[in-house]
């Protein structure tokens, strides 16, 4: 029998993370809406069991408790299982391995990371995925498996305001750990540099590279910053390698783009390939010269940047919507709280 005033319980590391604010603090609104009282809690790294004793009281008065990239070890998935009467676990990442430290490594593995994934997924009654790649790798494991795309809302972000009198502007936003991931793009923008002196490279984030052969412009991540910089660019970039980190990642940089109206260019990688259609909303670029080649053919066409822009926002408003996102989570959280464990 369902709660008449139900809890769920948000569980991440850190809430600024933007996996939990996109996927966790974007649903508070939602469930609130439907009657719910929401809480949200920060789970400390290590101390295995202890962690969750401390909670225990809020574990057993919680209707749901949603562990956001919170791996568990095999003994304190059992303790808080016995303590939670519904568990869902949300992950958005690769987390079962470990990002690769230097760019062209393999990521690194781990029994003990793998161990505590495994257990995670066992113990809980619902696996939410990411993506098909995350789910792939749950699915041994999980009693019950969801795949919902991290979402996001269309209506904050504005078409691209730049013109084709305005200097060629390419954009990239992320967090500093992932900016090695730009070094691939270097050679290929070096070389439009020299073609198009005008060209920058538009970082949206809180480092930036410092590349004596392509102009950078900086801009200090914020939200509303972020929104800004992509309505002044012409065209957004994804580039990753092709390992198992990386094939685990959401693609949520496209979607940003896209929801800006800008054309994309991606490496084929993981839910890349579900995002970009290509040359319907951007293209795909698996070496140096396909990233240039991309690029000038975009620098050069207003239209063709008009036509894949106007069809990445259409694609993400109709796949990737936040109120659908949120319609699918709320019902997944009422349904837990309906059935007997």
Known sequence: MAHLNPQATLFGYQ??????RYRMLSLVGALEAAGWTVHLETY????????????????????VVVLHQIKLSDVEARLFAAFAPRVIFDFDDAIYVRKPRRLG???????????????TCRAV??????????????????QRLVILPTALDTSVYRATAATQDDPPTIAWVGSPENLV??????????????????????????KFPHWSDVRIDPVLWSPANEIAALASAHIGVMPLTDDEWSRGKCAFKLLQYMAASLPCVASPVGANT???????????????????????????SPELRARLGAAGRTLVESRYGVQNYQTRYVALLASLVSESR
Do not use: M
């Open 105 to 119: 490594e393999p990521a690194g593995d781990s029994w003990w990371r793998r161990r505590k994934f495994a257990a």
């Open 274 to 300: 579900e995002a970009v259609l290509e040359d319907q909303s951007g293209y795909y670029a698996r070496n140096a010269t396909e990233w240039e080649d991309a690029l000038d053919r975009l620098i050069l």
């Open 15 to 20: 809430h600024s993370q933007p996996s939990f």
């Open 44 to 63: 400390p790294s290590g101390r295995y069991g202890f962690r969750t004793w401390e909670r225990r009281a809020l574990l057993t008065r919680s209707s």
């Open 181 to 206: 991931y730009l070094e691939i793009l270097h050679p290929a923008l070096a070389r439009l540099s020299a073609r198009y002196p005008a060209l920058r490279l538009k970082v949206i984030c809180s």
């Open 125 to 142: 009654d619902v696996v939410v995925a990411g993506n098909d790649v995350l789910a792939r790798a749950a699915a041994p494991y999980a």
